[in-house]
């Protein structure tokens, strides 16, 4: 496949974004990392940036899955678990929420190919992103403090 130079990249994006009324290369590819696409040309550019975003989305939403139900977690995340309080529990499953909704949403777009479907899901994912990164960075915070009362624990009870 041929490869695309992140000029004509930027280029056919702005077309379809005048054409479509979508939020500017810069942001959404700050969002999503949509420069990855220069490395191949694509007749669905829509597509390609709807498949690197849902990869994000999808990262995201494992994620508070694995926080949400930690059977299988890593061990670490068991101790950054206990300290989460009722709103911080409500704030992950409210993200958990709407980031299923999205991967679900995804599947009539994925099933049934037009450029407008994809330009309308790109156009509301990146809308619906914003609140979901402001969510997500008080989860980072929380899982922050998580840890740093996990660790100062750690270091004063280990004797040997």
């Given at each position: 496949m041929a490869e695309m130079s992140l000029a004509v990249l930027k280029k056919s994006y702005l077309a379809l974004a005048i054409k479509y009324n979508l939020p500017d290369y810069k942001l959404v590819n700050e969002e999503f990392d949509i420069e990855k696409l220069q490395d191949h040309e694509t007749d669905t550019l829509l597509r390609e940036v709807r498949k690197i975003a849902m990869d994000k989305v999808i990262a995201y939403l494992r994620f508070?899955?694995?926080?949400?139900?930690?059977?299988?977690?890593?061990?670490?995340?068991?101790?950054?678990?206990?300290?989460?309080?009722?709103?911080?529990?409500?704030?992950?499953?409210?993200?958990?929420?709407?980031?299923?909704?999205?991967?679900?949403?995804?599947?009539?777009?994925?099933?049934?190919?037009s450029e407008e479907?994809?330009?309308?899901?790109?156009?509301?994912?990146?809308?619906?992103?914003?609140?979901?990164?402001?969510?997500?960075?008080?989860?980072?915070?929380f899982l922050v403090r998580g840890w740093e009362k996990k660790t100062g624990r750690g270091e004063r009870g280990y004797l040997g």
């Amino acid at each position: 496949m041929a490869e695309m130079s992140l000029a004509v990249l930027k280029k056919s994006y702005l077309a379809l974004a005048i054409k479509y009324n979508l939020p500017d290369y810069k942001l959404v590819n700050e969002e999503f990392d949509i420069e990855k696409l220069q490395d191949h040309e694509t007749d669905t550019l829509l597509r390609e940036v709807r498949k690197i975003a849902m990869d994000k989305v999808i990262a995201y939403l494992r994620f508070i899955e694995m926080l949400l139900n930690p059977t299988n977690a890593p061990m670490f995340f068991f101790g950054l678990l206990k300290n989460i309080e009722p709103e911080e529990k409500k704030v992950l499953e409210d993200i958990y929420s709407k980031l299923g909704k999205i991967e679900i949403e995804v599947i009539d777009i994925d099933n049934d190919y037009s450029e407008e479907k994809e330009a309308g899901f790109v156009r509301k994912l990146y809308k619906e992103w914003q609140e979901i990164k402001r969510n997500m960075n008080k989860i980072s915070k929380f899982l922050v403090r998580g840890w740093e009362k996990k660790t100062g624990r750690g270091e004063r009870g280990y004797l040997g």
